[in-house]
């Protein structure tokens, strides 16, 4: 019974209760005084493996209270500073985009400037390209509308 309990890793208190009850004898003993023995060593037994298990529980519960204590103190600051470079993150990303907004808009503006410009030094080549540009529109159009029926 040892060799079983012990590679079992049952508790010795309880070990002991079990091997009480599996060496038991009834000779001599009326059969009710035995059956009561057997409850009595049982209800031991039960007894014995709920405080251990109590025990686990609460030895559990502490430690689990403890790393929730380390963890509260730990994750504050880590939070605050996780906060702060996503802000800091945020606003360059803002700055970003504003700066290629406004490159947008100049090069949109010189652009237009510079159509303005040719237009006004060549009028009769831009009426012209646009023209064709006007006449290869519609072609593509046509293009596509038969190409869709």
Known sequence: MQSVCASRKIPPAIAA????????????LPMENAVNTL???????????ADKVQGGIRDAGATLSNKVDDLRGTAAPMIRTAAGRAQAMGRKGLDAAGDVAENARDAASSAAKAVI???KENPV???????ASGALLLTLAKVVKSARD
């Open 39 to 49: 409850a009595k060593q049982g209800q031991g037994l039960v007894d014995a493996a």
């Open 17 to 28: 209760h079990l091997s009480a009850i599996i060496n038991y004898e009834f000779t001599g």
């Open 125 to 131: 080549k831009a009426l012209l390209i646009a023209a």
């Open 117 to 119: 410009r040719y237009t």
